[in-house]
């Protein structure tokens, strides 16, 4: 199994608040990436990184905003968390462009 | 853009049963890679295989096989003699080689479930 851990797993909050997830790789793959699983929309992109403090935007990013000081490290950060925010965040790390996406365990966020 | 179908939302079968899960795709891209994960009910996302558009050779992993058919645009799955343990949610995804970051964009799933 590749090395991916993500922290919290659970976590529950309050609307307005700040939030960071994390993602912590040990496989030293370049690519990262951030997504978000709801019922009824499967997995879309947040956001992803290409290498250290590179990162761009994917699918859904508005309200998220990301950094990777690391390459084993990729953070996500809700500024002020919403409940439409509330989703279980997976994130995948893949050794180049054309390989395949590993995910971590996820983190599972309810915002009240 | 791309675009991932799963057609079948849920599929229930007795186990020892054959059964098929659809995939189809839309890519405007001559190069492109064709994934699939399984989600257990546990939550984890576990890769099974990644295909790339070049190569239409069908592939066969135990009871897993792969039927990919550029003609159809189509990327199915069939598990054969079908395990409680089977039963999951599997997500077929799609990768554009001109997109910058290796962007997988994923079908709504399919959920199967293999009663015994």
């Known amino acids: 199994d590749a090395g991916i851990t993500q922290s919290p797993r659970h976590k529950v909050t309050e609307t307005g608040t700040p939030v960071t997830l994390r993602c912590h790789q040990t496989e030293n793959h370049r690519y990262m990436y951030w997504y978000r699983q709801d019922p009824g929309h499967g997995l879309r992109l947040i956001h992803y990184?290409?290498?250290?403090?590179?990162?761009d935007k994917g699918e859904v990013s508005d309200g998220y905003s990301v950094s990777r000081s690391k390459t084993e490290d990729f953070l996500l950060t809700l500024e002020s968390a919403t409940s439409s925010q509330t989703s279980v965040y997976f994130c995948?790390?893949?050794?180049?462009?054309?390989?395949?996406?590993?995910f971590g365990p996820g983190t599972r966020l309810t915002v009240t | 853009a791309q675009k991932v179908t799963q057609a079948q939302t849920e599929i229930s079968v007795v186990e020892k049963e054959d059964v098929t899960l659809d995939c189809v795709y839309e890519t405007r891209d001559t190069t492109y890679y064709l994934f699939w994960y399984k989600q257990p009910p546990s939550g984890e996302l576990v890769f099974l295989i990644r295909r790339n558009s070049f190569d239409e050779q069908n592939e066969i992993s135990g009871r897993y096989s792969w039927n990919f058919q550029k003609s159809t645009s189509s990327f199915n799955f069939t598990i054969t003699a079908s395990q409680v343990v089977d039963s999951a949610v599997y997500f077929c995804a799609l990768s554009e080689a001109n997109n910058a970051g290796n962007m997988l964009t994923f079908g709504g799933g399919t959920r199967l479930m293999v009663k015994p």
């Open positions: 990184s290409y290498g250290v403090k590179d990162t």
């Open positions: 995948a790390i893949s050794e180049s462009q054309f390989h395949e996406q590993y």
